[in-house]
């Protein structure tokens, strides 16, 4: 793992490089010239050149190809607040309380920090200590986790530290699935979006099949299936049903976003579902990406944060293969969908077509 001092070494450096230009370097030799500078090896070079390309500091090429341009845009103009420097200082005092990649994350959030005392800043890193000295172990809800330890805000944590709401303990949260369709269904349509979900009802799709809504990565699917926990099955239409059962026995389809957010979800519901299949319902957004009707992931469509996003590889799963490759850049939301395509299409597995 690098270190932050480590990634202040080699970005000190590239400043350096860009006031003497060009700003455009090639992503081998730079690479090469960090690591005799530094002595730092290659990989970690690597390394600490992805984290200054999350930070915005620089944009690297794609693929990483020794002859791709890397490009500098540091803000060498910026003007650091009073509170940054404050939380600067205040982060160096907290090295021995927080590793090294908790303070790279805390290092970028100067700006978030804005309107805080010097006092508050520190209690706020105090609180983040013990967050991170408890995080395995705590069964607290990371909402509680952070009004109970960080200025009573129960959004401070999720804005400082996104990492730790991935972390174990956040699989022990509680759920609510809204349902639609028969106690014993034939198949099981899992359905990212409720605007989607009811459009499936309005379309008669719960007549003989279970429609679940998972509102994203609302829904602890681990805890279902193994009955860890009670969830509480909220019913929209039909009956109630043993949904662990359910989905342990039935057929499982899932229809989301065709995005990289979207396919996270199927990824993350797969690993306790094995058996579950992309839906056919996605042929109407793979459609709308090939005319075009697509987005790319900018703020108006709230998916810049999309773009660092890595998808998993299924290599058993050639329609997930199409479906990651073709969100690579583009997106498109399911209630692209109109309801002849729903109805048209029902409930059914997605097949690669030539």
Known sequence: MTGHSQISRVEEYLVVLQKKGPVRKQYGSLVNALSERTGFSRIVIAEILEHTADAGHISLPFPRKN?????LNFDLERVYSPTEVIWAN????FKHALDDKILSI??????MVEGLTEHQLSDLLSGIAVIASTAISDPRDPFELSAQNLLGSSKALGKLWPAQRQEPQTQDRFSYVVTAGPAKPNRILLIENPVSFEACIR????????????FGFGVSWDAIVTEKRPVYQLVRRGEFSNLPKLL????????????????????????????????SLYRPLINAIHKGNCHPYVALVEKADQKKLIVPNFHDNPAYAMLTELCGTLAVDQEVATDDDISGLGISELQVVD
């Open 106 to 111: 805390l290092h970028k959030k100067g700006t």
């Open 203 to 214: 379309n008669g799709l719960d007549k003989d099949d279970l429609l679940i809504c998972t």
């Open 90 to 93: 205040l982060l160096d005092k």
């Open 248 to 279: 342990r026995k039935c057929e499982v389809y899932f229809w989301g976003d065709l995005d990289k957010a979207g396919l996270l979800i199927f990824a993350d519901i797969r690993r306790t579902l094995p058996h579950l299949k992309l839906a």
């Open 67 to 71: 002859t791709g341009l890397v490009e």
